[in-house]
């Protein structure tokens, strides 16, 4: 709850901020978070990307960077992405980024978290976003994919880090449920027994002296085995999880996936 | 035959009183053991020839009952009497459990009851409205019961190890024999058609060290009837009691298996003995909303049974209420663990 306060005291600081550096870290950011060097967005939808990243990093106080290229150029497609990252921060010496990196020549797809959202965004909600944009980088909807990226992650880090954000346990449609459904038992009960709950036992009218086993036998008679394979990775291939180190010492956290 | 237990001392109506156990005088206080009960102050007065006809000592007016009734009082002149003929022979009770619940306890523990209703509406937790109370012995036939239950199932204990990346799962199946002996004691089943079987159910458990053998003063100043089926119509009740009892039993002898499926049960239970018996129950007829509801109280142990009315609104409430409150509380859990409120 004083998180939540504190949060809320933030709110009129930050919209301050955003007034005295808003402008200017715009302005010296203008189309620097999509680098979309194969071509697969619109100028359209560059613009809305940029505009949507923009709005979203402000509140995360991340960077959300989204790359393409038709070649990794014989490298992979981790250290293509900490190859760009690397540049990238030396030259604006920001650390702290959310990076999508796209490479349509070999198909494959990384998403990797620095700085702070090296911890807010950890290789598990990585690969939790992985799932959710697996489906558009497979149809072919780029920008789809890097507007869900942008929105659930962002989602993902209001959570206190290491903890599981799809977890049935904090959603409220399931706490909707329990509730419920635990006021419906205890009222249910209450409504059966306000006529008088039946109070007698199986042990009520035994007699304990001659109630018993005479005789008993338990025989091993034939036993079954039956085996399962763990399934090994997700469809599509993932590759990388647990993110790594960049050329340039950066760590961060990331997973990808071929599509 | 009608019989009046006269007092010694001041020849008025004596009546069984809950708190001492005693044989109690209304008008002079007098107390008399039952065991130790002068005879020549028992009134005897035979009629001749006729059944359901009996004439009241005191006064001589015309006790009217129903033909079950074995203990009633004067509609006249209200001297509590006994109707010695249905208690005798066949109809004789072998064993009693006397009232200890006095009428005004009944009362006060009624309105207790009422008060502890959380789903009752409000006008009826006041208790005020008892139109009646009746003190009655309902006779109940008990059972001894003695049998034997042969047993066959098929028990299974499952194991899963990994091993690699294959989890194996290993289930051994085991032949489960139990001969079982059982023996059950004094188990109850009410006589009378009256009564309500569900309602008297619930009424139990009695505490039997308090049975005691019959004797007719006890029924003196209550209500009293007599079985309207006998040990043999009853028998079957008493066994659908005791299945589920027996069941129970048996799957406590069976342990240490995840899962047991029976293959064959047979339970054999034959009554050894039967004690025909009277239980004491207070009859509470209650007013409200233009209805009249019974509920029925342990004469010995205070608890009571029957349908309250229900209130809607409270229903309600108290769903809303816990729905609310568990809602709130699981949120604040996920707040605190996830620290997102949505």
């Not at chain 1, 409220?172 to 509730?179: G, K, P, S």
């Not at chain 2, 066959?152 to 690699?164: K, P």
Request: some cysteine; glycine content about 10%; hydrophobic content about 35%.
């Amino acid at each position: 709850m004083r998180d939540f306060l504190s949060k809320l005291a933030r709110v009129p600081m930050l919209i301050l901020l955003l007034f005295f550096i808003g402008g200017l870290s715009v302005s010296a950011q203008a189309g620097d978070l999509i680098h979309d060097e194969a071509g697969l967005l619109s100028a359209g939808e560059a613009q809305e990307l940029e505009a949507l990243a923009e709005r979203y990093g402000a509140e995360q106080g991340v960077d959300f960077l989204f790359l393409t290229t038709d070649s990794t150029g014989g490298q992979s497609i981790e250290g293509y992405m900490g190859d760009f990252f690397d540049r990238r921060a030396d030259s604006t010496g920001r650390e702290d980024a959310v990076l999508l990196t796209i490479d349509i020549g070999g198909r494959e797809v990384y998403l990797a978290g620095f700085g702070t959202a090296e911890r807010t965004l950890d290789s598990e909600r990585v690969d939790l976003v992985l799932d959710r944009i697996i489906p558009e980088m497979r149809s072919g909807d780029y920008a789809g994919a890097f507007e869900e990226t942008i929105v659930t992650s962002s989602e993902y880090m209001e959570y206190r880090p290491g903890v599981n954000p799809e977890s049935i346990f904090l959603k409220t449609w399931f706490h909707l449920a329990v509730a419920l459904l635990l006021a419906g038992i205890v009222v249910g009960s209450m409504l059966y027994n306000a006529g008088g709950r039946v109070t007698t036992t199986p042990g009520t009218y035994v007699d304990r002296d001659h109630t018993r086993v005479r005789s008993h036998s338990d025989r091993f008679r034939n036993k079954t085995v039956t085996r399962r394979k763990i399934p090994k990775n997700k469809d599509g291939g993932g590759f990388g999880g647990g993110g790594g180190m960049t050329g340039g010492g950066r760590s961060f956290s990331g997973g990808g996936r071929s599509f | 035959m009608v019989i009046h237990y006269k007092c010694p001392n001041c020849g008025a109506d004596m009546a069984f009183d809950s708190d001492s156990g005693h044989l109690s005088c209304p008008s002079c206080g007098h107390e008399e053991n039952i065991e130790t009960f002068p005879e020549q102050n028992i009134e005897r007065k035979f009629d001749e020839g006729e059944a359901k006809e009996y004439h009241c000592e005191n006064c001589g007016a015309i006790i009217l009952t129903e033909a079950e009734t074995t203990a009633t009082h004067c509609s006249f002149c209200g001297a509590p009497v006994v109707l010695a003929d249905r208690l005798t022979g066949d109809l004789a009770p072998a064993k009693v459990i006397p009232f200890t619940v006095s009428k005004d306890e009944a009362v006060a523990a009624f309105k207790k009851w009422t008060r502890g209703g959380r789903l009752t509406p409000r006008g009826f937790m006041s208790g005020d409205r008892i139109k009646k109370m009746t003190g009655m012995y309902v006779p109940f036939w008990l059972y001894d019961i003695e049998g034997e239950a042969h047993i066959q199932a098929i028990g299974t204990q499952v194991r899963t190890y990994q091993s690699g990346d294959t989890v194996y799962t290993e289930t051994n199946f085991y032949d489960v024999f139990r001969e079982i002996d059982l023996s059950y004691l004094k188990v109850p089943a009410d006589a009378s058609e009256k009564m309500d079987d569900v309602l008297m159910d619930k009424l139990e458990p009695y505490d039997y060290s308090e049975l005691k053998d019959f004797r007719m003063p006890y029924l003196a100043g209550f209500l009293a009837e007599k079985y309207d089926f006998d040990d043999e119509q009853l028998f079957s009740r008493v066994e659908s009691k005791i299945v589920p009892y027996i069941d129970a039993y048996i799957s406590t002898t069976i342990s240490g298996y995840s899962s047991v499926s029976y293959t064959n049960k047979q339970i054999d239970a034959q009554k050894k003995r039967v004690y025909y018996t009277l239980f004491p129950v207070w009859m509470v007829y209650y007013d409200f909303d233009n209805k009249e509801h019974t509920f029925a109280m342990n004469g010995q142990t205070g608890k009571v049974v029957g349908k309250p009315p229900i209130s809607a609104g409270k229903v309600a409430l108290w769903f809303t209420g816990i729905a609310t409150s568990s809602f709130v509380a699981m949120k604040a859990i996920a707040f605190a663990v996830g620290g997102v409120l949505w």
